[in-house]
């Protein structure tokens, strides 16, 4: 009897562990070993490490028809960034037509170029305003 309870008990907590360490990998902002992927809700690590040619790419949430616009407070030296806009009415319907009001999501694509350290800081702010709503920072080493 005691050997089938041990057992019960190991199993479970085989299972638990099994969950959490499965939980705690999936944290990762590596999508395919060459991309890191952020959103506005998720804090970039205290340094997060790359290597050059690999890429951050951070998502956030823009509605520019409010006059509140993602910015990149000073230009990276160690990275080139491409910069993409998306509304949502255009990801539900690739043929709808524009609409004033409608939000989407921002995207910025660092690309590691060059090796050194260096801080990515961006604004969400309007431009004729001098605070922000909110920010978003990495510390990034590339290597």
């Not at 255009?90 to 043929?95: I, L, V, Y």
């Not at 660092?110 to 961006?122: K, R, S, V, Y």
Request: net charge neutral; with cysteine.
């Amino acid at each position: 009897m005691t050997q089938q309870i041990f057992k019960k008990v190991f199993i479970g907590v085989s299972l638990v562990s099994a969950l959490l360490l499965g939980g705690c990998t999936s944290m990762s902002s590596t999508v395919d070993g060459k991309t890191h992927v952020f959103t506005e809700q998720q804090s970039c690590p205290a340094l997060l490490e790359m290597d050059r040619g690999q890429t951050l790419e951070v998502v956030l949430n823009e509605n520019p028809s409010t006059g509140y616009v993602w910015s990149i407070v000073e230009q990276p030296k160690l990275f080139k960034v491409e910069e993409t806009y998306q509304s949502d009415q255009h990801r539900a319907d690739k043929d709808a037509v524009p609409m004033v009001g409608v939000g989407g999501q921002k995207i910025y694509r660092f690309t590691a170029t060059t090796a050194g350290e260096e801080q990515l800081h961006l604004k969400h702010a309007r431009s004729w305003e001098k605070t922000s709503v909110s920010e978003w920072t990495c510390r990034v080493r590339v290597s």
